[in-house]
């Protein structure tokens, strides 16, 4: 069955780094679009970047764009999220999920979610 | 950029219908994706594609996307129904758009 189970989250000062992992199982993971969608405590989801099934094609969120850097190792099975200068405002339980189709991006629906990792950024 | 509406609440009793909509400028021309989030718990895709159910989604769920209003429909609600809801739309090929969520609440 598919499991996505995300890892590296943790409290961090503002103005330092993460970075986060997402162990994909039980899929083709290098023929899926993958995605980071975040939820700050009692708020609702916000998506955050996109990465194509082959790496080629990135986006993000205005408020992370040069800041935040989504990445995958098809080898590994694994996507990443590198997040450089944190802010208080990044304080989330960070998601990843898999789209519904593989080989596209920009139509579907997130399929499948990690069970989250949170992050805290705070002095 | 492209903004989507969703009413707070939604409150409805046992076995009632409940409707959450979703307002976005000519939505129909999109694919809608609706979303249950129970608490603690990471978002389930209830209906992809403005009306599909997933498998092992119950009859229950429906949805429908007209005009400037997409819809979602849980007919025979039950306790466990409660959760946040949220629609879902992808602005281009690049952006993904949630809208704020709506609380369903069982009386």
């Known amino acids: 069955q598919v499991q996505l189970v995300e890892s590296g989250g943790g409290v961090v000062q503002p103005g330092r780094s993460l970075r986060l992992s997402c162990a994909a199982s039980?899929?083709?993971?290098?023929?899926?679009?993958m995605y980071w969608v975040r939820q700050a405590p009692g708020k609702g989801l916000e998506w955050v970047a996109l990465?194509?099934?082959?790496?080629?094609?990135?986006n993000y969120v205005d408020s992370v764009k040069g800041r935040f850097t989504i990445s995958r190792d098809n080898s590994k099975n694994t996507l990443y999220l590198q997040m450089n200068s944190l802010r208080t405002e990044d304080t989330a339980v960070y998601y990843c999920?898999?789209?519904?189709?593989?080989?596209?991006?920009?139509?579907?629906?997130?399929?499948?979610w990690g069970q989250g990792t949170l992050v805290t950024v705070s002095s | 950029s492209y903004v989507l509406t969703q009413p707070p609440s939604v409150s409805v009793a046992p076995g009632k219908t409940a409707r959450i909509t979703c307002g976005g400028n000519?939505?129909?021309?999109?694919?809608v994706h609706w979303y249950q989030q129970k608490p603690g718990q990471a978002p389930v895709v209830v209906i992809y594609?403005?009306?599909d159910r997933p498998s092992g989604i119950p009859e229950r769920f429906s949805g429908s996307n007209s005009g400037n209003t997409a819809t979602l429909t849980i007919s025979g609600v039950e306790a466990g129904d409660e959760a946040d809801f949220y629609c879902q739309v992808w602005d281009s090929t690049s952006d993904v758009v949630f809208g704020g969520g709506t609380k369903l609440t069982v009386l």
């Open positions: 039980g899929f083709t993971f290098s023929n899926y679009a």
């Open positions: 594609y403005d009306s």
């Open positions: 000519n939505i129909e021309s999109k694919s």
């Open positions: 999920a898999r789209d519904t189709t593989p080989m596209v991006h920009g139509l579907g629906a997130f399929a499948y």
């Open positions: 990465i194509s099934y082959d790496g080629s094609d990135k």
